[in-house]
C-alpha cells in the first residue's frame, strides 16, 4: 500500500513562494508517475505538474508554466513542488497523487489515471 505523506502549505501574500513536499512511504516511486494536483472551492480537481520517475520528463499545466517547478531527491525519495510568483488564483487545496502503472503513452493528467492520493494540504494566497 503506498501512502503519500504532503506538507508544506501555508498562506502566503501574492507574489511569494511555496514549496511542498511529498514522501511515498513504504515503497520506491523510480517506476511511478508523481503528479501534483490542485482543487479550489466549487471546482473539479485540476493537474498542475507531473514527473516520470522513470525517465525524468516533467509536465506542467499551461496556467503555472514558469512559476512553479517539480523535482525529486531521491535519496530522500520525496517530490517537490516549487511555486513561485504565487497568485490569489492559485488558491486551493494541493495534492500529490502517484500512478504506479508504467506510463506507455502520453501523459497521465487526469485523477483518474492516479491511483493514490494524499490528504492534501492548504494554500492561500492573499492579494
Known amino acids: 500500500q503506498v501512502q503519500l505523506v504532503e506538507s508544506g502549505g501555508g498562506l502566503v501574500q501574492a507574489g511569494g513562494s511555496l514549496r511542498l513536499s511529498c514522501a511515498p512511504s513504504g515503497r520506491t516511486f523510480s517506476n511511478y508517475f508523481m503528479g501534483w494536483f490542485r482543487q479550489a472551492p466549487g471546482k473539479e480537481r485540476e493537474f498542475v505538474a507531473g514527473?516520470?520517475?522513470?525517465?525524468?520528463?516533467?509536465y506542467y499545466a499551461d496556467s503555472v508554466k514558469g512559476r512553479f517547478t517539480i523535482s525529486r531527491d531521491n535519496a530522500k525519495s520525496t517530490v517537490y513542488l516549487q511555486m513561485n510568483i504565487l497568485k490569489p488564483e492559485d488558491t486551493a487545496v494541493y495534492y500529490c497523487?502517484?500512478?504506479?502503472?508504467?506510463?506507455?503513452?502520453?501523459?497521465?493528467?487526469?485523477?483518474?489515471?492516479?491511483?493514490?492520493w494524499g490528504q492534501g494540504t492548504q494554500v492561500t494566497v492573499s492579494s
Open positions: 497523487a502517484a500512478r504506479t502503472a508504467t506510463v506507455v503513452w502520453g501523459v497521465p493528467r487526469s485523477p483518474g489515471e492516479f491511483d493514490h
Open positions: 514527473m516520470n520517475m522513470r525517465t525524468g520528463g516533467t
